[in-house]
């Protein structure tokens, strides 16, 4: 495995499955890639009941979470991944690369902090 892209929105995964391209754009606060260890931060919120864990196929692996516990976590960047180096045929990676970083600022300060978003990981192998 590479990575991951991750994408955090605020539309439910049923409106983020039913919506045009345009549309699942303009609920996006944040999107970025990471490395293979780049969910982590998700799966402990999972871990703890903080979110809840949709599928994890990779093709996304999706979950959903309240902003007050996800929202912190993005601050001015994404959370920083850790874990082992990631090494490929022609490429090395560090563990915690993240990269294509996209933060919606004004989105995120406009989100109630009881709203439920879809956060959506996908396998970038």
Same mark, same amino acid.
């Given at each position: 495995?590479? =990575?991951?892209? +991750?994408?955090?929105?605020? %539309?439910?995964?049923?409106?983020?499955?039913?919506? @045009?391209? @345009?549309?699942?754009?303009?609920? +996006?606060? !944040?999107?970025?890639? /990471?490395?293979?260890?780049?969910?982590?931060?998700?799966?402990?919120? !999972?871990?703890? =009941?903080?979110?809840?864990?949709?599928?994890?196929?990779?093709?996304?692996?999706?979950?959903?979470? %309240? !902003?007050? #516990?996800?929202?912190?976590? $993005?601050?001015?960047?994404?959370?920083? !991944?850790?874990?082992? $180096?990631? +090494?490929? #045929? #022609?490429?090395?990676?560090?563990?915690?690369?993240?990269?294509? +970083?996209?933060?919606?600022?004004?989105?995120? /300060?406009?989100?109630?902090? @009881?709203?439920?978003?879809?956060?959506?990981?996908?396998?970038?192998?």
């Amino acid at each position: 495995m590479i =990575g991951w892209w +991750i994408v955090v929105s605020t %539309q439910t995964p049923q409106e983020r499955d039913q919506a @045009d391209q @345009d549309t699942r754009r303009a609920a +996006i606060l !944040a999107q970025w890639e /990471a490395g293979a260890d780049g969910i982590r931060w998700v799966e402990q919120l !999972a871990e703890q =009941g903080k979110a809840a864990k949709l599928s994890g196929s990779g093709y996304p692996n999706r979950y959903t979470a %309240q !902003a007050r #516990d996800v929202l912190p976590l $993005l601050g001015v960047a994404p959370p920083a !991944a850790g874990g082992t $180096l990631i +090494i490929g #045929d #022609d490429y090395v990676m560090p563990s915690n690369w993240r990269g294509k +970083i996209e933060l919606h600022a004004e989105r995120v /300060a406009a989100c109630p902090a @009881d709203h439920v978003l879809t956060i959506d990981a996908w396998d970038q192998s």
